[in-house]
């Protein structure tokens, strides 16, 4: 299972820290990802990390702004989003795959979900 936190409102310009804490899967045979869906919008991949933690990759529009990290210890993974801007406002979802274990921002490939936390970017 996964379970996302950390969502909330932000002012522009601000930052925030997203946790997924995951249970009963091994990192070592999971890629993780993150995803987000705003109103209307279709799911979209933000950026994965693959099952060792030696690669990331990230969607253009959060290139330079959002950071995907893991603490293996407490089996968390996380999403730093600095800079934010009121087009980041979504539902975040955490998601682990065994399909592509080199990481993958194409949801199809993730079978393990979490539930969402909502990030609203106003002033």
């Known amino acids: 299972q996964l379970q996302a936190s950390g969502g909330g409102l932000v002012q522009p310009g601000g930052s925030l820290r997203l946790s997924c804490v995951v249970s009963?899967?091994?990192?070592?045979?999971?890629?993780l990802g993150w995803f987000r869906q705003a109103p209307g919008k279709e799911r979209e991949g933000v950026g994965c990390?693959?099952?060792?933690?030696?690669?990331?990759t990230y969607a253009d529009f959060v290139k330079g702004r959002f950071t995907i990290s893991r603490d293996n210890g407490k089996k968390t993974l996380y999403l730093q989003m600095n800079s934010l801007k009121p087009e980041d406002t979504a539902v975040y979802f955490c998601?682990?795959?065994?399909?592509?274990?080199?990481?993958?921002?194409?949801?199809?490939?993730?079978?393990?979900w979490g539930q969402g936390t909502l990030v609203t970017v106003s002033s």
């Open positions: 998601a682990a795959s065994t399909v592509v274990l080199s990481g993958t921002r194409t949801s199809a490939n993730y079978n393990s």
């Open positions: 009963g899967l091994s990192l070592d045979y999971h890629a």
């Open positions: 990390m693959s099952s060792g933690a030696s690669r990331m």
